[in-house]
């Protein structure tokens, strides 16, 4: 019995939804779904039902893409909060674990020196912060248009009811501290989920330096220690990677768009071996 993970499937690429459909059966293996799975919602149901009846379980956090307003009528056209219910509705129609869910317990052999391993999907999104000191947060689109590293999340991810991204992500931090501080047992290690990198000193993005605003929040740089995480998984740079930081596994799980993975070895070679 093994914990996969992956993220990043974009299948809006018909290459990576016929490499989704080529995914052989895991029975007995739990997968971790970090995200970015498609910018339909009728996309994300198909694909979490295929996923849902192949592995033994799947846990599934939102990315970016997911929480993108596509369309102006149906369901696409929900935005915001709206739309990331609308998302969780999907996953739990499948039996897919969410960050609105109840913390599971890792029911396989467990790593040397961990007694009790809960797996926590989070759900936290981004407030710039990432950026340099210097770029003031009222510049920070501006800054990164010089580059063209603007993120399309500026067009396509609203934030409502709340205000602004930032807004919204001060209160999915809030929430998830309070839940964690109530709901995680004080004996367990964790496997943090996340869509967006939980630390800045991850980000390594060359030929896009000034997307970092878009990745992430400075209040989750401590959490693999304060969650006690075996492992931290997350996507969103689609540069797969294991980093080991104060003892704590770091995985970058993207599969990414077709030209970023190479399709001869089909995507069941790009699900990494949490535990």
Do not use: K
Request: charged residues 30%; aromatic residues 8%; glycine residues 6%.
């Amino acid at each position: 019995m093994r914990l996969l993970a992956i993220s990043d499937l974009h299948l809006a690429s018909a290459h990576n939804r016929e490499a989704l459909q080529e995914l052989p059966e895991h029975p007995d293996d739990w997968l971790i779904v970090a995200g970015d799975v498609a910018e339909r919602l009728e996309v994300n149901h198909w694909a979490l039902g295929l996923l849902a009846q192949r592995f033994g379980r799947v846990v599934w956090v939102p990315g970016n893409h997911d929480l993108w307003t596509v369309g102006r009528d149906g369901p696409d056209a929900a935005r915001g909060v709206e739309r990331y219910e609308r998302l969780v509705e999907i996953a739990r129609s499948h039996g897919v674990i969410t960050p609105e869910d109840p913390f599971p317990d890792w029911p396989g052999a467990l790593p040397d020196g961990v007694r009790r391993l809960v797996i926590v999907p989070l759900f936290l999104l981004y407030d710039y912060s990432f950026r340099p000191q210097d770029v003031a947060l009222s510049d920070v689109v501006t800054w990164a248009d010089e580059a063209h590293n603007v993120c399309a999340d500026e067009i396509h991810l609203a934030p409502d009811p709340f205000s602004t991204r930032p807004d919204w992500c001060r209160a999915r931090l809030d929430e998830t501290r309070h839940r964690l501080a109530r709901e995680l047992p004080e004996d367990a290690h964790t496997v943090l989920v996340n869509h967006w990198p939980l630390r800045r000193d991850l980000i390594r993005i060359p030929r896009v330096p000034r997307f970092t605003p878009w990745c992430g929040t400075t209040a989750t740089e401590d959490w693999h220690r304060r969650y006690r995480a075996h492992a931290v998984v997350s996507g969103h740079l689609h540069t797969r990677r294991t980093d080991v930081v104060d003892g704590t596994r770091f995985e970058e799980v993207s599969l990414g768009y077709p030209r970023q993975w190479d399709r001869t070895r089909g995507a069941a070679e790009y699900l990494r071996l949490v535990v």
